[in-house]
């Protein structure tokens, strides 16, 4: 299996005609959602599949590949009322981080 | 022309953008702002009041929000005649078989696929848009009268069985109302056809602006004939607009010469269609078409109505 992109920023403003700043606007969100997220996380407070949808849809706008394909099995996990495993979450977690460090980079650049 | 502008450019249309996500709405309004005017909002349920209240050119629905989901909004939305017309494009994540069933199951005019792509968001809405500003505007031309700019007897023909089932559903009264030009032969044999026409013209600009609510209807239905279909109107509210009809009319102050006041005058018969009751919207409008020949026959400038009683009463602007 390929590896899926961390943040492939190139296909993204591709996508959104090459505009920088909607681009950037969409990072800015994305970086508060996940940071939303994580805290969720940390506090031991389950996932809802609306934020597993929200952190999806937002993975997928920016480029974020790997992201969107972990909370994609995560919202379809929940959505079938699966209980996400310690593994499952720990994995989420790593996604999570990884895209930060990603975005972090590509801000200053 | 007064009814609507004659011509609408894509920039004139309305788009309106239903996704609960702020990054989705955020794209779609950015991208489509500089060549559309945009309108946004977060919920299902926030769209089909939208779309009621000022009904959008297209809708950009997402499908999966909380509460109500976009497939559900899109029945709602084609099941009701005010927003049946509307295109709804699906925006959505899933496009699997099962998903595009769904979208066109609900009505969906077409789908784009989430992430979006941006050029591929402009043309397919470029392209619903321009259908519809066509489908609009072959609509104006034969359902307007050409000389005078309202309704003709075709978009009478087509609506008014719409309109009876809408007042049956809301179990509200509908009134007809009908007027004609009073003396309008002696005013065309004296003054020519094309001062009759410009008259014409001016007696249905001063009905249409007698009309207070959009949803009433002024319709030509013969020469010097018009009649105002009035939705959510009882008896009363009839009277009162037909007392004011006569007064604008005879406050245009046309020179008319073979009139008795030296002006144009109409003369107007009215009456109420009751659903749920004994009677139909047909016996209404023969009783308006009565009650217009009894304001005639009474020395015209004047009309008459049906009361909640039945029974035919005059009145003068």
Known sequence: MTELAVLDAEQALYRLGNHHVLYSRLLALFEQQAGDLLAQLENNQPITVLSAHTLKGSAAEIGAENLRNVMQHTEQDLKANKTLSSQQLAQIKEAISLTQQAVITYQHR | ?317
């Not at chain 2, 920039?11 to 794209?27: E, G, K, M, P, Y």
């Not at chain 2, 929000?65 to 049946?84: F, K, Q, V, Y």
């Not at chain 2, 017309?85 to 609900?106: G, H, R």
């Not at chain 2, 046309?254 to 919207?281: K, Q």
């Open chain 2, 1 to 317: 022309m007064y009814n609507k502008k004659t011509s609408r450019t894509l920039q004139d249309c309305n788009v309106l953008i239903v996704d609960d996500q702020t990054a989705s709405r955020l794209i779609m309004t950015t991208l489509l702002e500089p060549l559309f005017t945009c309108h946004s909002v977060d919920s299902a349920s926030k769209a089909i009041e939208f779309c009621r209240e000022t009904p959008p050119d297209l809708v950009l629905m997402d499908v999966y929000m909380p509460d109500m989901d976009g497939h559900e909004a899109c029945i709602i939305l084609s099941n009701d005649s005010r927003t049946e017309d509307i295109p709804v494009v699906f925006v959505t994540a899933s496009v699997s078989d099962e998903e595009q069933e769904k979208c066109w199951n609900a009505g969906g005019a077409d789908f784009v696929q989430k992430p979006v792509n941006g050029t591929t968001l402009i043309n397919r809405v470029k392209f619903h848009l321009s259908s519809k500003l066509k489908t609009d505007l072959l609509e104006q031309l034969i359902y307007t009268d050409r000389l005078t700019g309202c309704f003709n007897r075709h978009y009478l023909e087509e609506h008014l069985p719409q309109m009876v089932k809408d007042a049956e559903r809301e179990n509200q009264a509908l009134s007809v109302a009908i007027f004609d030009a009073d003396l309008f032969k002696q005013f065309n044999d004296h003054y020519g056809h094309i001062k009759g026409d410009s008259c014409l013209w001016k007696i249905a600009k001063s009905l249409q602006e007698s009309l207070l609510r959009p949803r009433d209807k002024l319709i030509r239905v013969g020469g010097e004939e018009f009649l105002i279909l009035l939705p959510h109107t009882s008896e009363h509210g009839a009277r009162t607009v037909c007392e004011r009809i006569l007064q604008t009319i005879s406050h245009q102050y046309i020179e008319h010469s073979a009139s008795p006041t030296g002006y144009l005058t109409v003369s107007a018969g009215a009456a109420t269609y009751h659903p749920n009751t004994d009677t139909s919207i047909d016996k209404a409008l023969m009783d308006a078409d009565k009650c217009l020949y009894h304001a005639k026959a009474n020395g015209r400038n004047s009309y008459a109505f049906i009361d909640e009683h039945g029974d035919m009463l005059v009145g003068a602007g």
